[in-house]
Structure formats: C-alpha cells, structure tokens
C-alpha cells in the first residue's frame, strides 16, 4: 500500500520561501504523476501543480505559475513543492497526490493516494 507524507509546510512572511516534501513508501513512484493540491479555510481543494512520471512535464494553477516549482526526485521516491513570493492568499493545508498513471490530470479523482497534508501559513 503506497504511502505519501507531507513534510515543509510552516508558518513564513509575505514573500518568503517554503519547501515541500511528498515521500513515497510502499510503492515506486517513476511510473505515476504526482500533484499538490491545497485547501484554504472556507473553500473547496484545488489544484496547484503536477508533474508527469519521469518529470518531464509539468503544470500549474494560474495563482501560483512564475512563484512555485514543482520537482521531483525518482531515486529518493520524493516529489517537492518550492514555494517563493509566498502571499497570504497561499494560506491553505497542502496536499500530495499520486496517479497511477504517467501522465497528470485535472481531475482530482483521478489521483489514487493521497496525503495527510501539511499547513502553510504565510502571515506577518
């Protein structure tokens, strides 16, 4: 059974920098895509980002493209979220994601396994 732990998530200023960690146990990652997705208080999950099985093709929510990268490292069956110019509007449980599939979706109920999320909290 694929396990997927959130680690990184925190409590940062307006412009600072966070780095998620999604590792993986249980189950080789190089064949699936992974995704982030967040909750903020108050609203349904959404999407932020996702990157295919091998890495070579990626997407973002419109809210955070030019400020996150996602990445992921096969090898150490870890997928990361770096976060910069961090707004308040980022505030929001972040969640992984892993699709049995190479390719990502949009579809949230397309992803197999998820995470137990990890807060950030971006707030002077």
């Known amino acids: 059974q694929l396990q997927l732990v959130e680690s990184g998530g925190g409590l940062v200023q307006p412009g600072g920098s966070l780095r998620l960690s999604c590792a993986a146990s249980g189950f080789p990652l190089d064949s699936s895509a992974a995704g982030w997705f967040r909750q903020a208080p108050g609203k349904e999950r959404e999407g932020v980002s996702c990157?295919?099985?091998?890495?070579?093709?990626?997407n973002y929510a419109a809210s955070v493209k030019g400020r996150f990268t996602i990445s992921r490292d096969n090898a150490k069956n870890t997928v990361y979220l770096q976060m910069n110019s961090l707004k308040p509007e980022d505030t929001a449980i972040y969640y992984c994601?892993?699709?049995?599939?190479?390719?990502?979706?949009?579809?949230?109920?397309?992803?197999?396994?998820w995470g137990q999320g990890t807060q950030v909290t971006v707030s002077s």
């Open positions: 994601a892993v699709r049995r599939y190479y390719y990502c979706s949009g579809r949230q109920q397309e992803y197999d396994y």
């Open positions: 990157i295919s099985s091998r890495g070579g093709s990626t």
